[in-house]
């Protein structure tokens, strides 16, 4: 069974800095995009990024809202994906889940709080 | 980027009645690359339909998908209790990928 386990997180003073991890297990991370996808409370879903897998040179992309202040990396022999957040802002805050689209796997979420 | 509008916002039916949820590209998605998920209270979401009307693993039948172009459908027949939550469509052929508003299904 795919999984996606996820650490990180927390409260940080707008202009702060957090590092979010997802770790995989249950199916083939190498060649696996993995996306993050967030929150904010009692709103909708918003695409945060994406990385892709080996074979596709480990592309990423952004939402416009995130574009030079997170980025994406992973560690494929430690099947884990992070997502770096610089210069948070007030309206960072949300509930962040890692996600992998063929098995439709997610993590169980980690919010992250911005706020002075 | 492709903005998805999704309506109604709310839809209020009882169980056992069908649900029809709508969602609309602001321009065509590429390769009928649109989703549906569903979502309750506290949990992930989870993925229902995929290429605009393959059903994902699990999925039952009384939920389907249709569309293409800008104008996208997700029907449940005959709504079962479990079924009452928020259900978004999104597009993941293009990037920035993107999701519609939600459309809440309450009793």
């Known amino acids: 069974e795919a999984q996606l386990v996820q650490s990180g997180g927390g409260v940080v003073h707008p202009g702060g800095s957090l590092k979010l991890s997802c770790v995989a297990s249950?199916?083939?991370?190498?060649?696996?995009?993995l996306h993050w996808v967030r929150q904010a409370s009692g709103k909708g879903l918003e695409w945060v990024g994406r990385i892709r897998g080996k074979a596709k040179n480990y592309a990423t992309a952004y939402a416009a809202s995130v574009e030079g202040r997170f980025t994406l990396s992973r560690d494929d022999s430690e099947d884990t994906v992070y997502l770096q957040m610089n210069s948070l802002k007030t309206e960072d805050t949300a509930l962040y889940y890692c996600?992998?689209?063929?098995?439709?796997?997610w993590g169980q979420g980690t919010m992250v709080t911005v706020s002075s | 980027e492709i903005v998805l509008t999704q309506s109604p916002g709310t839809l209020s039916l009882s169980p056992g009645e069908r649900a029809t949820l709508s969602c609309r590209a602001s321009?065509?998605?590429?390769?009928?690359?649109l989703a549906w998920y569903q979502q309750k209270p506290g949990q992930a979401p989870r993925l229902l339909i995929h290429g605009a009307s393959s059903r994902a693993t699990g999925i039952p039948d009384r939920f389907s998908g249709s569309g293409s172009g800008t104008d996208f459908t997700l029907i449940i027949n005959r709504l079962e209790p479990e079924d009452f939550a928020v259900y978004y469509c999104q597009q993941y052929g293009t990037t920035p990928l993107t999701f519609g508003g939600g459309t809440k299904v309450e009793i």
């Open positions: 996600t992998e689209r063929a098995t439709d796997a």
């Open positions: 249950g199916f083939s991370f190498t060649g696996s995009g």
């Open positions: 321009q065509s998605v590429s390769a009928l690359y």
